[in-house]
């Protein structure tokens, strides 16, 4: 529940860096197929909780209308590789329209696959299934990619 906390903090923390951006068109991506919908932006973020620099935040904001923000929250150091919600490696936050669905150990399921891990960004696939934090209503997620700026 705290790695859930802060991730949702640093996503927070993001939608105000975005704020701040310039305009310039961007190298970085996130894409993500929610329940058949297709979703992208040029907004995708790598940041390092400044609490334990072995735990990691990919996150890929203003995806709809409404603000969606995906969060991927991974243990570190950040790596190329697999990581899943299973092994307690992963943990999934998506806000949409203030609403909340996650995907831990515990509830939902999930995997990243880290292809490309530079000193500049970091590149992979994911798919994963949420579970919405009040009423149990699930979101699946599929086809998803990103090239994430290291913050």
């Not at 197929?33 to 996150?59: K, L, M, P, R, W």
């Not at 709809?64 to 999934?92: I, R, W, Y």
């Not at 949420?130 to 998803?144: K, P």
Request: net charge negative.
């Amino acid at each position: 529940m705290i790695m859930v906390k802060r991730i949702i903090y640093a996503s927070c923390m993001l939608i105000v860096l975005i704020g701040c951006g310039d305009d310039a068109p961007s190298e970085f991506y996130f894409n993500i197929n929610i329940d058949g919908q297709d979703y992208s932006s040029e907004t995708a973020f790598v940041s390092v909780n400044s609490a334990s620099t072995n735990e990691y935040h990919i996150s890929g904001v203003g995806l709809n209308e409404n603000g969606l923000l995906v969060t991927m929250g991974m243990l570190g150091p950040a790596q190329e590789g697999t990581f899943s919600t299973a092994d307690l490696e992963l943990v999934v936050v998506v806000s949409d329209a203030g609403e909340l669905w996650g995907a831990t150990s515990i509830d939902g399921s999930g995997t990243v696959q880290v292809i490309d891990n530079s000193t500049e960004f970091i590149e992979g696939t994911f798919s994963f299934e949420v579970v919405h934090t009040t009423n149990g209503s699930i979101r699946r997620a599929m086809d998803g990619s990103f090239k994430a700026e290291k913050l």
